[in-house]
Every structure is written in structure tokens, then in C-alpha cells.
């Protein structure tokens, strides 16, 4: 049986990258968009659109730094109606400063925080709510970045490695219960965010296309969704290495001048 299109949708980091370009996807009439992000400017705009496509739109701008207030925040979503789907696309990348040793602490706690921490709690708030339920959808964004010891971004891959590990930890507790948990696990996308990243980017993805592959991954019930697929490959060539050649291969990634 084809599983109903869920109707009231979540989605934090919708004022630009990934999470608009999810916003604009799920636009459509008789849809109700709960849109979350930090810029106000931006974050009404992608409402407009979604509007504009059908959709009705909520907004909310908060600091999801402070996970009680963002525990609180989904909390009231949901009273307010049951949220079918929860897209939780919010995150923060940053790498070590060049001529730093080491990344900044404060900069450590603040990925920490709104990677994991804030991501983590929000999904255990809503999961308990679905579960309830007996129903519901909940993404968690990690990034193929958290399979990988990076010298130059522990605290971003660390972070992701987190939500990576809580996300398949939440699916086995909730899915007796009704609730399905979908980690996504990209490569680069093409974002202002992820521009600023150094290095190359192979196989870097608009998007608009990301958001397609995620939506997919949804409807299918998958457990995780890697893309594109070299990220696969590049997963298991980590498994698979000795540790004294990941370093190696990780310190050769390193960007010049860490």
C-alpha cells in the first residue's frame, strides 16, 4: 500500500539551502508548511513562494542553540496539529581557522549544540509525540562528512557523527510504535554555506535535487539515504582502510596552512 502524502510538515533551516529547497518541494495546495529558520528576511520569502504554490505557511525564527526553547517551540507545533512529517535540516559547518592549531573551543560548543544537541532533542520531543500517535515521519540531516575523522572540521564531523548514531538509535526505538526515522547522509550541496567550505567539491548536487532524493528516501521508508553514490563508496573505502592509511588519507585532505 502507497503510504498517504503527509499533509503538515516541519522544517527547520528552511530560510535557504537545503531546508528552502525542501520547502519548495513540499509546497502544494491543501499542505500545511511549519517553515523554521534563522534569517527572518529570507526565511519570509521562501514563504512567499510556498504560498504562492498553494501551500499554507507558519514561520518561526529562533536560536536552536537553546534547546529548551526549541523543545518547547516543537512542542507547541504539534499541539497546535499533529506534525506528519518533520524535516530537521537546521545545522551549522565551520572548519579550523587558518594558522589555528586547533578549531575554537567556543565554535566546537556551537556546532555541538545545534548539530546534535538542539537536532537530537527536538526529534526525542516529537518522536515521543508520534509515538503516542501511532504515526508519524521524522529526517534528521547528518552529512557524509560525519563517516570521516576530518583534521580541519572535527567539530562539524563529529557532530554529524553524532545525530548520525542517535537517528538509527531513535528508528530501532519508535518504528514498533508507528514512527519512521530517515537519516540523510549528502555529499556537497551547492549552497552559499557550503561555498565557503575549502577544497574541492566533487560531485556536488544542486539543491533542488537533494530535495527530490530526500523526498524519495521518505516515501520509500528508507533507514538512511547516501548520496550521491561515490559518498557511498567513499563510506565503506573508510571501513575498509588499515587506520595508519585513513590518517594518512585524512591528513592529505587537510587544506594548506592547518
Request: overall charge positive; hydrophobic content about 50%; charged content about 20%.
Amino acid at each position: 500500500m502507497k503510504a498517504q502524502l503527509p499533509n503538515r510538515i516541519l522544517i527547520t533551516g528552511a530560510s535557504n539551502g537545503l531546508g528552502a529547497a525542501l520547502a519548495r518541494h513540499y509546497a502544494a495546495p491543501g499542505r500545511t508548511l511549519i517553515l523554521w529558520g534563522r534569517d527572518h528576511q529570507r526565511l519570509h520569502a521562501v514563504a512567499t513562494g510556498c504560498r504562492e504554490a498553494g501551500a499554507q505557511v507558519a514561520v518561526r525564527s529562533l536560536d536552536l542553540s537553546d534547546s529548551t526553547a526549541a523543545i518547547a517551540a516543537i512542542e507547541q507545533e504539534d499541539e497546535a496539529g499533529a506534525i506528519e512529517l518533520a524535516l530537521l535540516v537546521a545545522g551549522m559547518g565551520d572548519t579550523q581557522a587558518p594558522g589555528d592549531l586547533v578549531e575554537d573551543a567556543a565554535q566546537v560548543a556551537r556546532l555541538g549544540l545545534v548539530n546534535f544537541v538542539a537536532a537530537a532533542a527536538m526529534a526525542a520531543a516529537l518522536a515521543n509525540r508520534m509515538a503516542r500517535r501511532g504515526d508519524g515521519r521524522i529526517v534528521l540531516v547528518g552529512s557524509a562528512a560525519g563517516f570521516h575523522a576530518l583534521p580541519f572540521a572535527a567539530a562539524y564531523a563529529g557532530s554529524k557523527a553524532g545525530i548520525a548514531q542517535f537517528a538509527q538509535a531513535l528508528r530501532l526505538g519508535v518504528k514498533r510504535h508507528g514512527v519512521q526515522v530517515t537519516l540523510v547522509s549528502p555529499g556537497f550541496i551547492d549552497t552559499p554555506a557550503g561555498r565557503k567550505a575549502p577544497g574541492p567539491r566533487p560531485f556536488s548536487l544542486q539543491p533542488s535535487d537533494a530535495a527530490a532524493r530526500i523526498a524519495r528516501a521518505v516515501a520509500r521508508g528508507q533507514a538512511h539515504a547516501i548520496f550521491p553514490w561515490p559518498f557511498i563508496l567513499l563510506r565503506w573505502l573508510d571501513r575498509l582502510l588499515p587506520r595508519m592509511l585513513r590518517d594518512r588519507l585524512m591528513l592529505a585532505l587537510t587544506p594548506p596552512g592547518d
